[in-house]
């Protein structure tokens, strides 16, 4: 308890704080230019932080990486460019309600759930973290793949388009996934012998395409329509209605979003898309989802927030970096002379609890930044298309090529962005193409590396209790839906036509 | 205090620049007519994401040679193809040392084992200025297992399930090369790089794997794993317990190490420049603990003996592949 709050004084040293504020503050602006990561940007500045003092210079490059949580989110409401997987979720219901001129309490919302979503990660961090480490070690292969095949299943029910729609669009998405060199055998798959896809297609370049350009696309052509600029923008702080409205999904965000967050590799995209899935099922509306559901933010973006917190807990504990980002705290804390792992809490408390209590004040002061900030940044809106959709498209081609140096990314950026907008035309949401994009690959490995190490038994999936417990989740899921729709169809002859109503709101 | 201010507006300016040059667009404007090299920002290709090794490797030496040389060398990543990218953006570059890049032997002598012929980068191509350092493999099993050398696997009774860091990579070679000439039954499960297959590993989800030792090195050492074996020709510094693979009886010697490359054909006086400038560097406290921090071993030899032992360890590991029939990949 007593390095717990030592670990305050230290945070709390005029030095560390303007560290931990310099941190955030080149986080958020990274994070709104799609393209540059958090890690990109560690790696950059590894050579200078690693000139001061140890704790001020872990401070700082765990700032730029929540602080890129908090500004992925802007892009992702105000031109639907989604940076990272775990804000794919937020586009759907951040995007509409900007479109209906309230992208200032999207954003304000968000700025909360983010802000709550990472103090409860880090509550929870600071009381469990060991604990919790040792759960994430129970997760293997096999309990990946349930966990994949799940999400693929939650996929289906997101954004609003009709579930068919979604799961054709997931099934492509899926099919992407096989793009690239075979990581078991090697061989080639729809590679057309390019060297520039054998490792398969980026993330970022498929969902800056499919949403970011697909969206100018789509504007353009409806230039001549009626004024795309909303009326009023300037309501940045949400209502109290809803905040009362997006309270208990905050709340399940951040649960949701510190468990997910603690395994390794994917655990931030489920936890976004499983809080947004678990608010649309307990809603009493489920069909205000896609269309502007305040919860459908909120849940999202609390949850990948505190999923980033809890990716602390194995780096921390265990001395396993949970993505990119972690591996460059990695790299900096030997450079430091610092070796992550389970003697960092007993060697060097001041640094452990100094950089876990620096979140605290580092989300308080991204939550006091981005709040006056959003004003500014919705004005955006406000910005012609004729004006705002050739500096988007010049962001995104920017962004893309700085991810990877490659001209041939742009290009596939922009086959995407004619997919993107062809399928926006024939009423497919490219969202769940996106998430199945990026569960596919996890979900394909996992099945076949838990096979090789099942000898090719498959009972191993349901014999495992993890594993098995997932797996009957799933199949209550799967079934749930059915048996309700036939109940209903009992109980009123006379169904509503959603669809046009659907088609009103979407325009 | 005084100290802690200018190095915070250091850094805050420094990040500014930095920021602002990252996207690394610079005008290529061809080859220099003759002036002092490098009379530009050098264009350093790293073929990996930021984060691991290779990536930091790069990042530690073009800081040297930024301090060495007065000019930027910027590291650029362009992953992909376990290097290939990378390599072929230096292939293509104008020979006048513009375009550089620390590149792995594993690209040269292990990836032609496992991709079609085409797609093999060969090491003639490129000028190699020189080494810089070994980066070991290690055979590791959780501590809650009973084994303790290569030898208690044999006794094991049950087929061996081994992580790698993916397919047609060191780790990969050095594990099969181990299993099957030891006559151990056993069962390849690759991840996605050292991180999730050390996660597998620690959940004791796999019963051994091959591991570069900086990954490894944290948790032999608080006793969660035990190291069975490494694959150097002689012990290592790091892990001076560890017997080799040699000394168990199995002829079993794999190892990356990483070299200076240049376009076929740069002069050598640009050569002669980035080489004593390395040297410099590698004189250096900061390089010298950089190395022991993550469990490197310098290996700071000519370009020509880089060659050398490329050409040896290529012959050399087809031949163990083809002597114990080992599949790495759709090599054909």
């Known amino acids: 308890m007593d390095a717990f709050l030592d670990g305050f004084s230290v945070v709390t040293q005029p030095g560390n704080l303007l560290y931990c504020l310099i941190g955030v503050l080149i986080?958020?602006?990274?994070?709104?230019?799609?393209?540059?990561?958090?890690?990109?940007?560690?790696?950059?500045?590894?050579?200078?932080?690693?000139?001061?003092?140890?704790?001020?210079?872990?401070?700082?490059?765990?700032?730029?990486?929540?602080?890129?949580?908090?500004?992925?989110?802007?892009?992702?409401?105000?031109?639907?460019?989604?940076?990272?997987?775990?804000?794919?979720?937020?586009?759907?219901?951040?995007?509409?309600?900007?479109?209906?001129?309230?992208?200032?309490?999207?954003?304000?919302?968000?700025?909360?759930?983010s802000f709550v979503g990472a103090t409860v990660s880090i509550v929870a961090l600071s009381l469990t973290a060991p604990i919790v480490a040792g759960w994430a070690l129970d997760f293997g292969p096999a309990e990946y793949a349930a966990l994949a095949l799940l999400g693929v299943l939650l996929i289906a029910t997101i954004g609003s388009g009709h579930p068919v729609k979604a799961l054709i669009a997931a099934s492509i998405g899926l099919l992407l996934a096989t793009v690239g060199r075979d990581s078991f055998n090697n061989s080639q798959r729809f590679t057309f012998d390019s060297l520039q896809l054998a490792d398969g297609l980026d993330f970022v370049v498929v969902a800056m395409g499919l949403f970011g350009v697909g969206e100018i696309l789509y504007n353009l052509e409806e230039r001549h329509g009626k004024v795309h600029v909303p009326a009023a923008v300037a309501n940045i702080w949400p209502s109290r209605k809803e905040l009362k409205q997006a309270t208990p999904a905050i709340g399940r965000g951040s649960l949701i979003g510190f468990f997910l967050g603690v395994l390794p590799g994917g655990g931030a995209v489920m936890a976004s898309l499983a809080a947004y899935a678990t608010e649309k099922r307990v809603s009493k509306t489920p069909e205000r989802f896609g269309r502007g559901a305040i919860e459908g933010v909120a849940a999202p973006e609390t949850a990948n927030n505190a999923a980033a917190t809890s990716s602390f807990i194995p780096l921390l504990t265990l001395g396993i970096p949970a993505n990119a980002s972690m591996?460059?705290?990695?790299a900096a804390l030997l450079v430091l002379g610092i070796t992550p792992g389970p003697q960092?809490?007993?060697?060097?408390?001041?640094?452990?609890?100094?950089?876990?209590?620096?979140m605290y004040i580092g989300n308080l002061l991204l939550l006091v930044l981005s709040l006056p900030l959003v004003g500014i940044f919705v004005r955006i809106l406000r910005v012609r298309p004729a004006i705002l959709a050739p500096i988007t498209a010049l962001i995104t081609i920017l962004g893309v090529y700085t991810i990877n140096n490659s001209v041939f990314d742009i290009f596939v950026m922009i086959a995407f962005g004619i997919l993107g907008y062809l399928m926006k035309k024939v009423g497919f949401e490219p969202g769940p193409m996106v998430l199945a994009f990026v569960l596919g690959a996890l979900l394909e490995n996992n099945v076949r590396r838990a096979l090789l190490i099942f000898e090719g038994d498959p009972t191993g999936f349901v014999?495992?209790?993890?594993?098995?417990?997932?797996?009957?989740?799933?199949?209550?899921?799967?079934?749930?839906?059915?048996?309700?729709?036939?109940?209903?169809?009992?109980?009123?002859?006379?169904?509503?036509?959603?669809?046009?109503?659907?088609?009103?709101?979407?325009? | 205090?005084?100290?802690?201010?200018?190095?915070?507006?250091?850094?805050?300016?420094?990040?500014?620049?930095?920021?602002?040059?990252?996207?690394?667009?610079?005008?290529?404007?061809?080859?220099?007519?003759?002036?002092?090299?490098?009379?530009?920002?050098?264009?350093?290709?790293?073929?990996?994401?930021?984060?691991?090794?290779?990536?930091?490797?790069?990042?530690?030496?073009?800081?040297?040679?930024?301090?060495?040389?007065?000019?930027?060398?910027?590291?650029?990543?362009?992953?992909?193809?376990?290097?290939?990218?990378?390599?072929?953006?230096?292939?293509?570059?104008?020979?006048?040392?513009?375009?550089?890049?620390?590149?792995?032997?594993?690209?040269?002598?292990?990836?032609?084992?496992?991709?079609?012929?085409?797609e093999v980068t060969n090491i003639d191509d490129f000028d190699v200025v020189g080494g810089v350092s070994r980066d070991d493999y290690v055979l590791v099993t959780n501590a809650e297992n009973p084994w303790k050398s290569i030898d208690d696997l044999k006794g094991a009774g049950k087929k061996i399930t081994y992580g790698t860091?993916?397919?047609?990579?060191?780790?990969?070679?050095?594990?099969?090369?181990?299993?099957?000439?030891?006559?151990?039954?056993?069962?390849?499960?690759?991840?996605?790089?050292?991180?999730?297959?050390?996660?597998?590993?620690?959940?004791?989800?796999?019963?051994?794997?091959?591991?570069?030792?900086?990954?490894?090195?944290?948790?032999?050492?608080?006793g969660k794993l035990t190291a069975l074996s490494v694959f150097a020709p002689e012990r290592i510094?790091?892990?001076?317990?560890?017997?080799?693979?040699?000394?168990?009886?199995?002829?079993?010697?794999?190892?990356?190490?990483?070299?200076?490359?240049?376009?076929?054909?740069?002069?050598?006086?640009?050569?002669?420049?980035?080489?004593?400038?390395?040297?410099?560097?590698?004189?250096?406290?900061?390089?010298?603990?950089?190395?022991?921090?993550?469990?490197?071993?310098?290996?700071?030899?000519p370009?020509?003996?880089?060659v050398d032992a490329l050409e040896s360890d290529k012959q050399r590991y087809a031949d163990l592949v083809e002597e114990y029939d080992i599949d790495l990949g759709d090599a054909s």
């Open chain 2, 1 to 118: 205090m005084r100290k802690q201010t200018l190095s915070l507006a250091a850094v805050a300016s420094t990040a500014a620049l930095a920021l602002s040059a990252c996207g690394g667009v610079s005008t290529t404007t061809g080859g220099d007519d003759g002036g002092e090299y490098p009379s530009r920002s050098v264009e350093m290709y790293v073929g990996a994401d930021p984060g691991g090794s290779s990536d930091l490797i790069s990042r530690q030496i073009a800081t040297g040679l930024t301090e060495e040389l007065g000019e930027t060398f910027s590291v650029l990543n362009r992953s992909g193809s376990n290097g290939a990218l990378a390599a072929a953006e230096v292939q293509q570059a104008e020979p006048d040392g513009n375009v550089i890049s620390v590149q792995n032997a594993s690209l040269f002598a292990i990836t032609p084992l496992a991709v079609a012929e085409d």
């Open chain 2, 165 to 222: 860091t993916g397919v047609g990579t060191g780790a990969q070679l050095a594990c099969a090369l181990t299993y099957e000439s030891g006559a151990i039954d056993s069962e390849a499960v690759p991840f996605d790089g050292g991180a999730p297959a050390l996660t597998a590993l620690l959940g004791n989800q796999v019963d051994t794997a091959c591991l570069q030792t900086g990954e490894a090195i944290e948790n032999i050492e608080n």
């Open chain 1, 344 to 358: 960092l809490l007993e060697e060097r408390p001041d640094l452990f609890w100094g950089v876990v209590n620096s």
């Open chain 1, 327 to 330: 591996g460059m705290l990695f």
């Open chain 2, 303 to 306: 370009g020509d003996e880089v």
């Open chain 1, 27 to 113: 986080g958020m602006l990274i994070g709104v230019l799609p393209g540059l990561g958090p890690a990109a940007t560690m790696a950059i500045l590894l050579p200078i932080v690693v000139t001061v003092d140890p704790v001020a210079a872990v401070i700082m490059l765990a700032g730029i990486y929540y602080g890129a949580q908090y500004g992925g989110t802007i892009t992702s409401v105000l031109l639907r460019l989604p940076g990272e997987a775990s804000s794919v979720v937020t586009v759907f219901d951040g995007f509409a309600l900007a479109k209906q001129g309230k992208a200032g309490t999207a954003l304000g919302i968000a700025a909360v759930g």
């Open chain 2, 237 to 301: 510094e790091f892990l001076p317990d560890v017997p080799t693979a040699t000394e168990q009886g199995l002829d079993v010697e794999v190892y990356q190490y990483r070299f200076m490359t240049t376009p076929k054909g740069t002069p050598q006086d640009v050569k002669d420049t980035i080489w004593e400038a390395m040297q410099a560097t590698f004189e250096t406290e900061d390089y010298q603990a950089f190395n022991e921090q993550n469990s490197l071993t310098p290996m700071e030899i």
């Open chain 1, 463 to 507: 014999t495992r209790p993890i594993s098995g417990t997932i797996l009957a989740l799933f199949l209550v899921a799967a079934v749930f839906p059915v048996v309700q729709a036939v109940r209903r169809r009992r109980a009123a002859t006379t169904v509503p036509d959603e669809t046009t109503q659907r088609e009103d709101v979407l325009r």
